[in-house]
């Protein structure tokens, strides 16, 4: 069980430093490549960079599978205090692991050809990223949020059975309720931002606690 957790937090370590090179990436894309309502703009924005972008996408789905372990590792911490909770958390979580990497490989894979037909026709290539857009909006949404709700149960019970510390459980809290938020303002910057900021720190800071000696 030892390992199990200290591997989790090594993976959660991990898939930090992954999600904070992801933010950095989009942050260098430019909000054009974001624009919902704009799809020729956007298009646009990820045919010059698409290198980039491609990378971005490759990097998320990286941490999303890294995230695993991690989550493994959360759930196995929790079992015995809250077993319950601990299923709840494991695959609720693992359920939005894979909403985000198929969202990413998706958008990698069709992006592809949407972006070497544009250079064919223009306007319709625009029509299939809109396409292909709302699809992947709807895979990142079903990750956003069963994360979140994942993410949100585990602060919850680490909060009443001081599995960890307070802090990382009001980390996990927040950044639960910032990612369940993605479900009814998927398009706003603040929300989008303060989900993976705070994923971050939560993966980064629940990782460093999983590493250590379980508390008495």
Sequence with gaps: MDRVQRNGGTAGIVAGVLLFLVLIMILSLGMDVMAPGDPAKSLAAVTQKWGLFAATLIVGALAAGVAIPFTVG??????????????????????????????????????????????????????????????????????????????????????????????????????????????????????????IVLTIVWLIWAGAELRRTKPA
Excluded: H
Aim: charged share 10%; glycine share 14%.
């Design 74 to 195: 959360i759930a196995t911490r929790l079992r015995d205090a809250a077993p319950t909770r601990a299923r709840t958390v494991l695959y609720v979580t693992l359920l939005g692991l894979g909403g985000y990497a198929l969202a990413s490989l998706m958008m990698f894979m069709g992006g592809r050809q949407v972006v070497e037909f544009a250079a064919k026709d223009q306007a319709a290539a625009a029509t299939a990223w809109l396409t292909l857009r709302a699809v992947n909006a709807g895979l990142d949404t079903l990750g956003s949020v069963f994360t979140g709700v994942g993410t949100l149960i585990a602060g919850w019970a680490i909060v009443s059975t001081r599995a960890m510390g307070s802090g990382v459980a009001w980390v996990g809290i927040a950044a639960g309720v910032m990612g369940i938020l993605a479900l009814f303002a998927p398009t706003a910057e603040i929300v989008f931002l303060g989900n």
